[in-house]
Every structure is written in structure tokens, then in C-alpha cells.
Nanobody, 116 residues
Framework: QVQLVESGGGLVQAGRSLNLSCVVS????????MGWYRQAPGKQRELIAG???????TYADSVKGRFTISRDIDKDTVALQMNSLKPEDTAVYYC??????????WGQGTQVTVSS
């Protein structure tokens, strides 16, 4: 059984940082594409950061330079370090194992709220 569990969300003021974590079981992050997505109220879920099996990272323009995705293959975890947070970063953040164009497996999400 594949499970992804996100943690680390919360309420923060603009300009502060948060670090999200995703623990994966049933699959290994070493050989899978991992991604962080977010969904704001009334908007579609969007891919904001990804890391390939060869550790190539990609970012949405909206978070480039502020967010960093990383993985720990020994612990099968994927992290998202979020710096210089803005109110428009408010969303539910999801971790996914699998390429963006496949169904994959998702976590339950963690809420991030950034106050101005």
C-alpha cells in the first residue's frame, strides 16, 4: 500500500518561512518523480516544484528563487522549504509520487496560510 503523509503547514506572517515534509511508504523516492502541488480556494491544483530520480529540480515561476524541493532517499521523504512567503502562497499543499501526467499517488494535503 502506497501512502504519502504531509506535515509542516500552518499559519505564518508574510516574509516568514515554512518547511513542509512528505513521508512516503510503499514506494521509494529514489526512483520516482516527486512533486509538490498546491490548490488555492477557487483555483485548480498546480505543480509548483518537482524533483526527478536524477535529482533534477523544476519550479513554477511563482515560487522560483523562494522555494526549494529536496529529498532524502534514506528516509523516503521529500521536503519543500518555503522562504519569503506571500499571502498568495496560501493554499493546501499536496505531495505526489509520479510524473505530472500520470495518476500517481497523493497525500492528504497540508494547509498553509500566509497573513499579510
Amino acid at each position: 500500500q502506497v501512502q504519502l503523509v504531509e506535515s509542516g503547514g500552518g499559519l505564518v506572517q508574510a516574509g516568514r518561512s515554512l518547511n513542509l515534509s512528505c513521508v512516503v511508504s510503499g514506494r521509494t523516492v529514489r526512483i520516482n518523480t516527486m512533486g509538490w502541488y498546491r490548490q488555492a480556494p477557487g483555483k485548480q491544483r498546480e505543480l509548483i516544484a518537482g524533483i526527478s530520480p536524477r535529482e533534477k529540480t523544476t519550479y513554477a515561476d511563482s515560487v522560483k528563487g523562494r522555494f526549494t524541493i529536496s529529498r532524502d532517499i534514506d528516509k523516503d521523504t521529500v521536503a519543500l522549504q518555503m522562504n519569503s512567503l506571500k499571502p498568495e502562497d496560501t493554499a493546501v499543499y499536496y505531495c505526489k509520487i509520479g510524473d505530472p501526467d500520470v495518476k500517481g499517488y497523493w497525500g492528504q494535503g497540508t494547509q498553509v496560510t500566509v497573513s499579510s
